[in-house]
């Protein structure tokens, strides 16, 4: 079973920049990864991921491989969730998913 907790964190300006970056980031590739799965009508996680992960690798090197994946895993939910009915939408810092 999950849990979601709610934290608030102590952390240096500089920190702070780079934690805005990262989530900017994993929203980027949320944002992505959603458009190619709603253009190519699929929500299915193995299409979705052969068919970006590299490319997505190449454009943004600075965003660690399991933030990718689970950038992918959120959008093929949300895709999942509206069955692709719409492209679902991420605000620019919207929450991200660490495993």
Do not use: C
């Given at each position: ?41 699929t ?19 600075e ?28 605000k ?8």
């Amino acid at each position: 079973m999950d849990r979601t907790i709610k934290l608030k964190l102590s952390v240096s300006e500089e920190d702070k920049e780079t934690l805005k970056k990262t989530i900017t980031l994993f929203n980027t590739v949320f944002k992505e990864v959603a458009q190619y799965g709603f253009e190519h009508k699929t929500h299915s996680k193995v299409s979705i991921h052969h068919a970006t992960y590299k490319d997505i690798r190449e454009k943004y090197p600075e965003l660690p491989s399991s933030l990718v994946q689970g950038a992918r895993d959120v959008a093929y939910e949300a895709l999942k969730g509206v069955k692709l009915k719409h492209l679902p939408a991420a605000k620019p810092f919207a929450s991200i998913r660490y495993n």
